[in-house]
C-alpha cells in the first residue's frame, strides 16, 4: 500500500497537526518529485477570529526550532500577545517561583490567528483547504471514503486531525477500529480588568495544585487586554470555576472589582492524558490529540501535534498507509512521546495525591530549599524534560529521606504541617 502519482491524501482537521502533516505532505512529494493531491477539510473558519480551538496559546520552546527546521516557517512578531517571563507555582498556603533553564523562548498568541496562520502556510505549499464538516468514512480495501455535509472525498488514506471533537471521534470509531484517549475537561474563562491591571501583572504564568475536590490543576495567564483562567480535572464545572476563582490563591491575582463576579463566558474544552487505542491501521493514521500522543498532564500539545503531523507524512510519503508501516515508522518516531508516558502518568498521580492529601504545600517547601527538587518543579511545569529524565534526576536517597520525614510530620503532628518556610512566601 503505496501512494502513487495523483492519488489524494485527505487530512481530517486544521488545526496545528493537520496543517503540519499537510505541509509536510507536499514538501516531502516534492522531494521525491511526486505529485499528490493534499485536502484539508476544516469545518471552522479561523480568520476574522470567527472561530477558534479551546487554548491557552501559550507556545513553549522548542516551536520556534520546530516551526523553521522542520516547516520552513517563522512566527509572524504580529501573532505574539506577550512574552512568557516564568511560572509561579501555588498551593493553598505556599507560593514559588520556579526556576530553571528554558531553551527557547515562550510566547502568547491568539489561537485563532496562530491556526489561520497555519493554515494559510498550507494553502501556500498546495493543500486545498475545504470548509466542511467531515460526517462518515468508509475505509475500504483499495481506498477511504470521506462523507462531508458538503461534497465527497475519495482518497489513499486519511489522517485524522480532528482534535478531540467529541462527533468526529465517533466518526472514526465506527469506520475503523480506533477508540478515543482518555480525556481531562476542562473549563476556561477570560477576564478583561482594564489597562492599569493588565500592566501591573507581570507576564507569569500563574500556576496552581490546590487540594480542592474535582479540580487537577489550574492557571491564570495574562494575554494582552485580558486575562486567561483555565482548570482542568475529570469533571470540572462552571461552579468549580467560580470556587476556583474564589478562592484565596487565585483572589490575589484577579481585579479588585472583579473578585465577587461571575465571568459572562465558560468555554469547555478536553484534553488527552493517554494515547488512542489502534491510532492508526491500513489506510488511516491520528495525530495530535487525536492520537493522544502528547506529553501526559503538562501539554505543549501545540508542538505535539505539530511533530506527530510532520511524522505521520513522512511515513506516509516514505513507507506507505499500511498498518505496518506506521506501527515501524510512525510511531517508532512518535517514541520521545510514548516513551515518556509511564513516567508522566506516575507524576501526575503523585501530584494527585499530594493534592488531595493537603501535601503539596509541602513540596513547595521542599523546593524552596532544593534546588534538585526545584528543577524537578520546574520541569514538570514548563514541560521542558522528559519526565523519565526529572523522575531519574530526583531520585536520591537524601531527597526521599526529607519526605519521608515530611510525611511523617504531616500525617503524625498535623498542626507543625502549616509552617511556611525559608523562601517559599506565604500565599495569602
Ligand atoms: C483549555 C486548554 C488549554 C490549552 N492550552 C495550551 C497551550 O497554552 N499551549 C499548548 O501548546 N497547548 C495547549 N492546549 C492543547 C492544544 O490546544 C492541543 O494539544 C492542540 O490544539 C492539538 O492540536 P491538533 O491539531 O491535534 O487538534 P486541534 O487543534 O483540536 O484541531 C482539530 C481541528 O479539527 C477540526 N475538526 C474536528 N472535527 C472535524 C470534522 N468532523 N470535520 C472537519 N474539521 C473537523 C476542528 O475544527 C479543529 O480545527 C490546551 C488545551 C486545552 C483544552
Do not use: W
Amino acid at each position: 500500500m503505496f501512494i502513487n502519482d495523483g492519488d489524494t491524501v485527505c487530512v481530517v482537521g486544521g488545526g496545528p497537526g493537520g496543517s503540519a502533516c499537510a505541509m509536510t505532505l507536499l514538501k516531502e512529494a516534492r522531494r521525491f518529485g511526486r505529485t499528490i493531491n493534499v485536502v484539508v477539510l476544516e469545518h471552522k473558519i479561523f480568520s476574522e477570529d470567527r472561530h477558534h480551538n479551546q487554548c491557552i496559546g501559550v507556545l513553549s520552546p522548542p516551536f520556534e526550532d520546530i516551526l523553521k527546521n522542520e516547516l520552513d516557517l517563522t512566527l509572524p512578531e504580529s501573532l505574539v500577545v506577550n512574552e512568557i517571563a516564568g511560572y509561579r507555582l501555588h498551593s493553598d498556603l505556599l507560593s514559588l517561583d520556579l526556576i530553571g533553564e528554558e531553551y527557547g523562548r515562550s510566547a502568547s498568541v491568539r489561537r485563532s490567528r496562530f491556526d489561520a496562520f497555519m493554515l494559510e502556510e498550507a494553502k501556500k505549499a498546495g493543500a486545498q483547504v475545504i470548509h466542511n464538516r467531515v460526517t462518515a468514512i468508509e475505509v475500504n480495501p483499495d481506498e477511504v471514503l470521506i462523507y462531508t455535509d458538503g461534497e465527497n472525498i475519495k482518497s489513499a488514506i486519511v489522517v485524522g486531525a480532528f482534535g478531540l471533537d467529541d462527533g468526529t471521534c465517533r466518526v472514526f470509531e465506527q469506520g475503523t477500529p480506533y477508540r478515543q484517549p482518555d480525556f481531562l475537561n476542562t473549563v476556561i474563562t477570560r477576564l478583561y480588568p482594564g489597562k492599569e491591571f493588565m500592566q501591573s501583572m507581570d507576564c507569569t504564568i500563574q500556576a496552581f495544585l490546590l487540594s480542592h475536590p474535582g479540580l487537577e490543576f489550574g492557571a491564570v495567564t495574562p494575554k494582552g487586554d485580558h486575562i486567561s483562567i483555565n482548570i482542568a480535572g475529570r469533571k470540572v464545572t462552571s461552579n468549580i470555576m467560580m470556587e476556583f476563582l474564589r478562592s484565596a490563591p487565585v483572589q490575589r491575582f484577579l481585579p479588585p472589582h472583579q473578585r465577587r463576579e461571575k465571568p459572562l463566558n465558560y468555554y469547555k474544552g478536553r484534553f488527552p492524558i493517554a494515547p488512542a487505542r489502534n491510532l492508526f491501521g491500513d489506510r488511516y493514521v491520528t495525530i495530535g490529540d487525536s492520537a493522544g500522543l502528547m506529553r501526559p498532564f503538562k501539554g505543549k500539545g501545540i508542538n505535539s501535534a505539530i511533530n506527530t503531523g510532520i511524522y505521520a507524512a513522512r511515513s506516509i510519503m516514505q513507507h506507505g498507509v499500511s498498518k505496518k508501516a506506521f506501527a515501524e515508522n510512525y510511531y517508532r518516531d512518535c517514541r520521545v512521546l510514548t516513551e515518556d508516558l509511564p513516567y508522566g502518568r506516575a507524576v501526575r498521580v503523585l501530584t494527585n495525591l499530594a493534592t488531595r492529601f493537603k501535601f503539596m504545600d509541602h513540596m513547595i517547601a521542599v523546593a524552596a530549599e532544593r534546588p534538585d527538587f526545584m528543577k524537578a518543579m520546574f520541569s514538570s511545569v514548563s514541560g521542558h524534560d522528559p519526565y523519565k529524565k526529572i523522575i531519574m534526576e530526583t531520585a536520591s536517597l537524601s531527597l526521599s529521606l526529607t519526605f519521608a520525614q515530611k510525611i511523617l510530620g504531616h500525617f503524625v503532628f498535623r498542626q507543625q504541617a502549616h509552617l511556611p518556610v525559608k523562601s517559599a512566601s506565604p500565599a495569602v
